[in-house]
């Protein structure tokens, strides 16, 4: 989809997301002639890896949604943890970024987190949950964290994938009433709704 005008620009039937997929998708859109320069998206390997390959130039914009819901959902609703109530807390304030002086406020607040909690956190047993939940929650923001501030540059890159993922829900809820179409009227379908969707816009 395209972030400024929010037309869908291709679209593929996939049974599943995955590397080859994606890579023979991408690669007839690169011989006919798309060039992004920002992808804001989720963090799947497999779609960042065939992305770089195709696109060397091209920069990833991480959803900062996914990573708020992915980071709060493995610290829990209640985290037992004063470190996971911490960042979990710090994590609620991500989507709400809208400036630098807000972006260097949330990594400076990140970076005290870590000289707060890092040995805290080493020091538990790597079989409790805690452990586990605040080292994949940690993960998680140090990978992220070099692509999450992108839009700050160019307010034509969208902070999240929210608009893609409203259309692609409203898509399965609509392909759910037309259960039981064989393979051949699946793809017919996906390709209808989508050509409409630009159409009337």
């Known amino acids: 989809m395209n972030a400024v005008d929010q037309k869908l620009i291709s679209?593929?039937?996939a049974k599943k997301e995955g590397?080859?997929?994606v890579y023979t998708w991408f690669s007839k859109l690169n011989e006919e002639g798309l060039n992004p320069l920002y992808i804001t998206m989720d963090g799947e390997q497999s779609v960042i890896r065939a992305i770089y390959e195709i696109w060397p130039q091209t920069k990833i914009q991480r959803c900062l949604y996914h990573i708020q819901r992915e980071g709060m959902r493995w610290l829990r609703t209640y985290p037992k943890t004063q470190a996971g109530r911490d960042l979990r807390r710090l994590l609620k304030t991500l989507?709400?970024?809208n400036s630098f002086k807000e972006r260097n406020i949330f990594?400076?607040?990140y970076v005290a987190w870590l000289n707060q909690?890092?040995?805290?956190v080493l020091s538990l047993p790597k079989s409790e949950v805690a452990f586990k939940d605040l080292k994949k929650t940690m993960a998680l923001i140090y990978n992220a964290l070099p692509d999450m501030f992108y839009y700050l540059k160019d307010k034509n890159i969208p902070k999240t994938t929210n608009t893609l993922e409203s259309f692609y829900s409203r898509l399965k809820s609509?392909?759910?009433s037309h259960r039981g179409l064989?393979?051949?009227h699946k793809r017919s379908f996906l390709n209808w709704y989508c050509?409409?969707?630009n159409k009337y816009k």
Do not use: G
């Open 11 to 13: 679209n593929i039937y």
């Open 19 to 21: 590397y080859q997929n």
């Open 95 to 97: 989507c709400r970024i």
């Open 107 to 109: 990594i400076a607040s």
């Open 117 to 120: 909690y890092r040995d805290f």
């Open 174 to 176: 609509d392909y759910r």
């Open 182 to 184: 064989t393979e051949k």
């Open 195 to 197: 050509y409409f969707k």
